[in-house]
């Protein structure tokens, strides 16, 4: 790990967390491309730019924090649930899933759902345009929906996301509960690698992790903003097409 690896990969974390193209499966490639080896030491880099761009919700969001919101979090807490139970119960089964060509499949897989999805909402009016609106049955389903974002190539905000669009939010609705909901989702993830991989962090890793850390939260404090902007304008389908293509030159070059 050195500086040119450490804003490379800083970069591709905070421009890919809060969109639904799968950062885990962006970061796995680019690794691979730079000849990174999967070592304990690179996947602790890994946790520490996520922690980077939780404090970019934290900062994009501040507002949503305090007791007005107790609801919200309530809602965004259920929705955590059956990600957590099941990601704990089955994490080795899914640490051994990781690799170039499920990555590809399920990028493809998802990009069709996306296309689908839009089709199918297409002429719907959306039921919640404000997370003021949002209730625990349709949190709820988003939590469910959020499960399949355990298979590596998913995407968490993308599954996030598709499952609150069928569940009556809007686009934009969607989004922002999608980066609410990283919150704990990530610090679950986090910690918990955290605490496995400590020991790992070694003298010469503290400035390429410096260095990645505020480069992951820039580029996600920027693209989060960009993407809400994109949102009222545009539909998912450009991120659908962006799946299939990136998934089918994954199979390709792999």
Known sequence: MDVFHSVILGLVEGATEFLPISSTGHLIVVSQWLGMEQSEGNKAFE????????????????????VKYFRLWCQV???FLPVAIVGFLFRHQIKAMFSVSV??????VGGGIFLLTERYIKHKSPRVNSLDDLDFKQ???????????????????????????????SRKASAEFSFLLALPVMMA????????????????LWVPLAIGFVVAFLSAF?????????????????????RILFGVLLLAFA
Not at 154 to 168: D, E
């Open 77 to 79: 807490f259920v929705a």
């Open 139 to 169: 949190s709820q389903w988003v939590g469910i929906a959020q499960i399949f974002a355990l298979i590596p190539g998913t995407s968490r905000a993308g599954s996030t996301i598709v499952g609150a669009l069928l569940a009556g939010l």
């Open 222 to 242: 920027i693209v989060m903003k960009l993407f809400m902007v994109f949102l009222e304008k545009f539909t998912f389908v450009a991120f659908g097409w962006y």
């Open 189 to 204: 993830a986090s910690g918990y690698d955290l605490l496995s991989n400590y020991k790992e962090f070694s003298g010469e």
């Open 47 to 66: 946790v520490i730019i996520q922690l980077a761009a939780i404090l970019a919700v934290v900062a994009n969001y501040k507002e949503r924090f305090s």
């Open 103 to 108: 990555v590809a499949t399920m990028f493809i």
